[in-house]
């Protein structure tokens, strides 16, 4: 197999030092020595510890020990006077080493029979729950604690959780000695912290599916010099694989590395077409390999490898919310996505480092293509054709980088709690876990922007919605908060909405993350935030298109009241059905002129006055109108009227206004239970 250009273990050590290196050293060390630990793995038969030299100096650990209790009755590892540990360097301490064990088998490490190393009692970590200490001279410099064990001196706060049985990797800015600066990771994350603050310098292209066939991905590739870098989920175009297939051809100085490196085991798809254009690309002199084999037992770093983005001679990057099918790389009627080409050397080199991070096969995930399917046979007859040119500007922005499982979550919701005067989202997927009442659901962020005077629009994918499930939460979410929302089954030209992008005031998240745990947490994903007041103008003008276009339309008004027998002391709710997504009514409770606008269908009133009342309710810009007669009775509404602790929407006018998320819990278990019984179809996917 070609080696490539530069060597993946080195890029490798380097990118992962120096993201470890961004933790600050501890206050309590000598200078020049800034050792702290770094790694437990407490799982299997080759548990150990890790400790890394933070400092500017190398750093000689005689008089440094590793305990797990701080009581002296467990066991203790000492270092001997010749060990010593360089600037940026990793140490581990092993039980034993095994030869298919990523921990103990890496460089770098020790075992417990190793010269220098003196072991005394039983140094064991526990599964269920441990603590560490590092001692210097007797005193304690740093300590971990995890899962069930009562944290002890030098730790302070709750242990770190244990999570499917990950090791705990130390990634906090700073030693606080809590739970922050630890995660559980898998072997093999990149473990990049999110930074508001990391932003390269770019020029950026534009560019939507399906009417760009594609073209952007396509010039990009041809303008190849030296290397193309592909990280991707699903590739089918048999115009991709020739072109591929052509740059591996030319001659000389004129030749192109291509390595691509894609998902081995795609949910519910059969890869027989894609295994053969990959041979045709491995037999003109390309390096592919998967990742995953979906073999039970088998260690996968990620769930899905669903990322979709190349990365070209190490200054531009090519990203897309789309795979590279026949349908989105070429005429037809392919998906609803956004694509961007990033010229930027600064964020290609971050790219190409991450490539490099999964691509090392040392983790035991990576197949070469010829080993995985030495069988295959190639594609035949490619040809590569140019797509007809689409005019695109170039636009200078800033970009930050986003992955999963590394940072998504976090940056996304970073960027929604501080968005000021838009939220435009388009996805394909959203989970049931991310209800609008959830305070880590994607949702609820939009809803709360929406509160402080935000324009949040959400389009979902309906395409697939074949139970209904995503109608009943989009229903859910303009029922209940003021994000406007729409399903879409597709448009002119688009048969699904498989996009996963957002405006965000003046920015642009554009990458593969959907909405789902699984994506956020466990899948490698990619995204880029790319900020610049022109480019969201662009992305904002094919999302208010879509939103037009597929928006349902309004129709006939009618309003409900809950409950039906109204006391003067009940909390009622009114709610409003129709005037189309979007929409803003105006509403006149006591049919005494007092109009009021809201944003929301459901609203709430308490303390009516005794007597016959008339609502009106109108649509806003529209000739759309209704009443509801109605009566309140005096006396005790007595309770359990069914609005209790529920959920609704209210916005000036007369009288006191009432927090919308205080009614209408009857609603939201009536909408929850229909997309319940739609979702026990759906899995979690990619």
Partial sequence: MRTMKAPAVAVIAVFLFSAAAAAAPYADAAPGDRV????????????????FNYGPSAVSLGGYSIRDDNTGKEGSIAFGAGISISPGERLTVVKEIGAGDWFSSREGVLSFGSPGITVTGSFALADAGDDVYLYRDGSVVDAMCYGSKAAGEGWSGPAVKVSSKKFFLRVGATDTDTAADWIATNPGFTNLPFSPSLLFDAVVTPFLFPESQGEPVYRALESAKSEVLISIYQLTSRNVAALLCELESRIGDEHVDVTVTLEGHALGYDMSTELTLMRAVSDAGGDVALINDGIAG????????????????????????????????????????????????????????????????????????????????????LSYSPPPAVSSPRVPAEVSPVLSPDNS??????????????????????????????????????????????????????????GGAHASEVNLINSVTGVHAAVIKGG???????????????SVWLGSVNWTPNSFDNNREAAALMRSAELAE????????????????????????????????????????????????????????????????????????????????????????????????????????????????????????????????????ILLAAAAVARLRRREGA
């Fill in 538 to 669: 662009i992305y904002s003008g094919w999302f208010l298109a879509d939103w037009a276009a597929n928006a349902p339309a309004a129709g006939a008004l009618t309003v409900t009241c809950s409950p039906a027998d109204i006391r003067t002391d009940s909390k009622v709710a009114f709610t409003v059905h129709g005037g189309g997504a979007g929409a803003r009514y105006e509403w006149d409770v006591l049919g005494d002129g007092s109009w009021m606008e809201s944003n929301a269908a459901t609203i709430v009133r308490q303390d009516l006055p005794a007597g016959d009342h008339v609502l009106r309710v109108r649509a806003v810009g529209t000739d759309l109108y209704a009443e509801l007669a109605y009566s309140v009775s005096g006396g005790s509404a007595g309770g359990g009227e069914g609005t209790e602790g529920g959920y609704g929407a209210e916005e000036g006018g007369a009288g006191e206004a009432v927090d919308y998320r205080l009614i209408a819990a009857a609603l939201i278990a």
């Fill in 298 to 381: 088998n260690y996968e770093r990620f769930s899905y490898f669903h990322n979709k983005y190349a990365v070209i001679d190490g200054e531009k990057v090519v990203i897309t919310s789309e795979n590279w099918t026949t349908g989105n790389m070429g005429p037809g009627t392919g998906n609803r996505g956004w694509g961007a080409v990033i010229e930027s050397p600064g964020y290609a080199q971050y790219m190409r480092s991450v490539f490099m991070s999964d691509r090392d096969p040392s983790f035991g995930d990576i197949h070469p293509l010829l080993e995985a399917y030495p069988d295959s046979k190639p594609a035949t007859g």
């Fill in 409 to 466: 979550y976090a940056a996304l919701r970073y960027y929604m709690e501080h968005a000021e005067s838009r939220i435009y989202s388009e996805q394909l997927d959203l989970s049931s876990s991310f209800t609008v009442t959830s305070a880590g659901s994607p949702v609820k962020w939009m809803a709360d922007a929406a509160e402080r005077g935000v324009d949040a629009r959400f389009i979902l994918d309906a395409s697939n919605d074949s």
């Fill in 492 to 506: 002119q030209g688009f048969s699904t909405t498989h996009n996963k992008g957002l405006v965000i005031d003046d």
């Fill in 36 to 51: 702290l630990l770094m790694e437990v793995q407490p799982f299997g038969s080759f548990e150990g510890v890790s400790v």
